[in-house]
């Protein structure tokens, strides 16, 4: 039975997953003087924010725009405390270009904060104290956020790092806690407008997996306003891959561990405590216990529940099951020459193209398209990404899942081709991703994404704690505070990593 440990000099981590949330808690552990193994079932690490190559074209698997590499941003605080370089990256600006149906100008969703501004009062007409009370919702939030309290607290350290997180001007975030974006649009007499209705719908559905009706006002004050200076979103060069690549660098350079091509198939427990994991090498078969105090899952709720089997807590396994179906995703990845690309096109891009349909289902998608120089395609030739969000029971209960496949690539390439010039000889090379791919590859329950959305039951203070109710045990991920996105994956290890040391002090 192979121990990946070594030495004696603290506590002993074992990290379930190597995408951002789990390489980033595992190298900030290793940095800090901790013996960490890092375990994952995928080719390489990364995860949802991994990449893949072919035929000379790179694609970023999931995730395409990165934020907090701003001074002060998660990242950049991350980066610096590891004492690695933060990865080349051009501002996206505009962050995204929103085109609504039969719209041929988009609504473009600018970096500067008065240039943007200016752009939703002349696109929504009659809205600015919705925006503006949006505003002062994120000042406040952002000021709390940058003091790094724990949500939701589970023991009495946890809650007094959430008051000292607090300040005067927090409070006026209170009576806000419960509603909705869907209740601030009725306080301000905007539920009848469609077109503001329906644009929130799809900015909200990438960062918290639920239209305005449903999207916490709180949580939608920041997705809304964090691509604006001083903050902003980020197109990383080269690609995406770059993230997990100096986290393993310097996770290894702090000797810890990292095994890809391993599953972890059990989480051991003993007297309601995790003390170490199963793992099989995928390779040789090889079975064997990894013994750690302390197990950190960078993995989805679901998947937790799964991995503790009958020792999970029934509590929280009711709680799971009780959970509305979370999102999958139908991704076309496309090699093209650069003359399918229109001049002055933005690297970041969402299309609607039936009002009166539901949002995801290849109604809408969001594309993201590689520029000239940015390491994604040889010269002369572009990648587009394009995605949408579907329900993943569907792709798992068809009886010719090859032909529904074919049939929702040949529709989104349609529907780009009203924007993008793609034919047979602009399109050099095509794969598409569905909710059974996101499985295989990331093992995430259904090949779901996103996390769990953002409703007012599952954010911030009434969401999955990092503190799980099993001792020792700790979730990391889209699953908990703050939610999806590189950044929000890496708060919540840096929110772990703090927990553990606490512990142990």
Known sequence: MPSNFVGNSKS???????????????????????????????????????????????????????????????????????????????????????????????????????????????????????WQLLDNLFRASWAFQGHDPVLPPR??????????????????????????????????????????????????????????????????????????????????????????????????????KLLMR?????????????????????????????????????????????????NAPQSYKNRVEKLPQASGAFVVYLGVDIRAIPPGCPPHLQFLYDADAPIGENNSLFVSVSH???????????????????????????LDYQALKQEYTEAAIARLSQFFHLTSETIRYQEAATPRTFARYTARDQGIVGGIGQRIPTFGPFGFANRTPVKHLWLVGDSTHPGEGTAGVSYSALTVVKQIEAMDN
């Open 12 to 130: 002993r981590v074992v990290v379930i997953g190597a995408g951002i949330g789990g390489l980033t808690a595992g190298a900030l552990l290793a940095h800090r003087g901790y013996e960490v193994l890092v375990v994952d079932q995928a080719l390489v690490p990364g995860g949802c924010a991994s990449t893949f190559k072919r035929q000379g074209f790179t694609f970023d698997v999931g995730a395409t725009q990165v934020a907090g590499l701003e001074p002060g941003g998660i990242h950049h605080r991350i980066f610096t405390e590891l004492e690695i370089d933060l990865p080349q990256a051009t501002p996206c600006d505009p962050a995204c270009a929103v085109y609504l149906p039969g719209e041929t100008t988009p609504i473009n969703v600018w970096r500067d904060r008065e240039r943007w501004q200016l752009e939703r009062l002349r696109q929504f007409p009659g809205s600015e104290d919705f």
């Open 155 to 256: 023991n009495v350290w946890d809650l007094w790092q959430l008051t000292k997180a607090l300040r005067p001007g927090t409070l006026i975030t209170l009576p806000y806690t419960l509603l909705t974006v869907g209740d601030a649009l009725r306080v301000f007499g905007l539920a009848n407008d469609q077109r503001l209705r329906t644009f929130l719908d799809l900015q909200l559905k990438l960062y918290s997996q639920v239209d305005a009706e449903e999207t916490a006002l709180l949580y939608a004050a920041t997705a809304l306003n964090v691509s604006q200076l001083p903050q902003g979103l980020f197109h990383l060069q080269s690609s995406m891959q770059v993230l997990s690549d100096r986290l393993v660098e310097a996770l290894t350079r702090d000797g810890g």
């Open 262 to 310: 391993h599953t972890v198939a059990q989480i051991q427990l003993k007297n309601g405590k995790a003390t170490g994991v199963v793992i099989q090498n995928q390779k040789t078969g090889e079975v064997w216990t990894e013994v750690a105090d302390h197990v950190i899952a960078n993995v989805t709720v679901q998947n937790l529940v799964q991995l503790l089997g009958e």
């Open 372 to 398: 000239p120089g940015d390491g994604r395609a040889p010269d002369g030739l572009a990648t587009i990404i394009a995605s949408s969000f579907v329900d993943p029971r569907r792709w798992w209960q068809s």
